[in-house]
């Protein structure tokens, strides 16, 4: 197997959050940890097309992302700054860049075939509801029956499909059969826990070396099974004081791996 460096990319703010629609539109949000400002930027995976980039809302500061669905990113409010409660929804068409509506009064709950369900907070209750997922549209009204909504709820946690990502798991040396190849790999003295998966035959590790001003660096390897060989060696920080976990994640046959705090490398694996 080939590991090609298909995409890199540099944001002027910190990454906070990706996202990957059904279509491989891979969305990614960016803060700035001081001017506190929320930014968005979006490309497709499959032929490296960006979309928008650094894209902000009217609200720039006090809002993130509840879910992609059907190519639509619902984008929610904050009530206050120092509340985590979730205000509004803000339905974002990926393909024409557009708002598609804004409903101020409801806050989402989840998103599940053709419906966005959404709630309004009574003074002692919840009252639910289904709005159509592209116009917003009021489909159905649940009162408060919140039986029925934790049922329509699992149903949508059931058919959420991960089959195509392959995320980092800690590695145990005591069970697992590759601790030899690991042990091998990694000569060195390593600080914190191992983080590995498998792709195929390929052997993805992430771990952290002590640094000379006993800082930290977080190393990547990519090691071939069958060619006995490391395909793709990176530094993905080099000086932390703090361990980066989860610095890594497969999507289909991409490699997507977090360096420092901004960038972005995507290999592509074939």
């Not at 989860?246 to 972005?264: P, T």
């Amino acid at each position: 197997m080939k590991a090609k460096k298909y995409y890199k990319v540099d944001y002027p703010n910190q990454i906070w959050r990706l996202l990957i629609s059904d279509k491989d539109k891979l969305i990614i949000e960016t803060r700035n940890p001081e001017t506190k400002e929320a930014f968005f930027n979006c490309f497709d995976i499959n032929n490296k097309k960006v979309l928008f980039d650094n894209f902000q809302l009217e609200e720039k500061y006090y809002v993130g992302i509840e879910t992609v669905h059907n190519e639509i990113i619902y984008f929610h409010k904050f009530p206050k700054p120092d509340l985590p409660n979730h205000k509004e929804i803000i339905a974002f068409d990926i393909n024409s860049q557009k708002i598609l509506w804004i409903n101020d009064e409801l806050s989402f709950l989840f998103a599940f075939e053709d419906k966005i369900f959404a709630f309004k907070q009574g003074f002692e209750e919840r009252y639910f509801y289904a709005l159509n997922y592209f116009d917003g549209n009021l489909v159905d009204d649940f009162g408060n029956d919140y039986l029925k909504i934790n049922s329509l709820r699992k149903k949508a946690e059931e058919q959420k499909d991960y089959s195509n990502y392959i995320f980092p798991q800690v590695y145990y040396k005591d069970d697992n059969q590759i601790s030899e190849i690991i042990d091998y790999l990694i000569k060195k003295n390593i600080t914190g826990n191992i983080e590995f998966n498998l792709y195929k035959k390929i052997l993805l590790l992430s771990f952290h070396l002590t640094n000379n001003d006993n800082n930290l660096s977080n190393h990547f390897i990519a090691f071939d099974l069958e060619k006995e060989k490391i395909i793709i060696s990176e530094i993905l920080n080099k000086n932390t004081k703090s361990f980066m976990t989860d610095s890594f994640f497969m999507y289909k046959n991409f490699l997507i791996l977090l360096k420092e705090k901004n960038g972005l490398i995507i290999y592509k694996l074939e």
